[in-house]
């Protein structure tokens, strides 16, 4: 990785939204907050210093858009993952390929690895998943059916679920 580019979608139904973007993929987005945190997490993950280029991140806005426009199921963006932990990888790459509309335990997830005890390993996977959204971690749900943890907070989780019509609240 040479290159790392940010930039901010203002205007969405669940409010502004940070990206990153390598030239290997998508590095990151994150719920609202300011610039300087983003910032920081994007130098975290990539040893970079990332170049604020609105440009660069067009298909990313674009996609993020559509989605949140109930207009796209499917993300074709390219995922950097290597910005990730080993076990994060395993973890969120299961949690990638939950089909939209479709909602997963985090007890799935852990079975899913070959290991029912990485459960907290996975809930922490999830909390720390610098993708969300696009390696959609909102459609990961406790045992007992309810709501867990979401950067974005729990209402914005449950209008992303709402949005892809598995969650009725």
Not at 11 to 29: H, K, Q
Not at 96 to 102: M, V, W
Not at 140 to 145: H, L
């Amino acid at each position: 990785m040479d290159n790392v580019w940010y930039g901010k979608l203002e205007d969405t139904p669940i409010g502004p939204l940070w990206a990153a973007l390598s030239d290997e993929g998508l590095v990151a987005i994150h719920f609202r907050g300011a610039e300087e945190p983003f910032v920081k997490l994007v130098k975290k993950l990539t040893k970079l210093d990332p170049k604020h280029d609105n440009y660069k991140l067009v298909q990313v806005y674009e996609q993020l858009s559509s989605y949140l426009a109930g207009e796209l199921r499917q993300f074709t963006l390219p995922i950097c993952w290597g910005v990730m932990t080993d076990f994060q990888q395993k973890a969120l790459s299961h949690v990638y390929a939950i089909p939209y509309g479709q909602l997963r335990t985090y007890n799935d997830i852990a079975h899913a690895l070959g290991n029912p005890k990485t459960i907290r390993a996975v809930g922490r996977a999830n909390a720390t998943n610098p993708i969300p959204i696009v390696v959609p971690c909102h459609r990961v749900i406790g045992s007992d059916g309810k709501l867990r943890g979401f950067a974005g907070g729990l209402e914005t989780k449950a209008q992303l679920l709402r949005l892809e019509g598995s969650w009725l609240l």
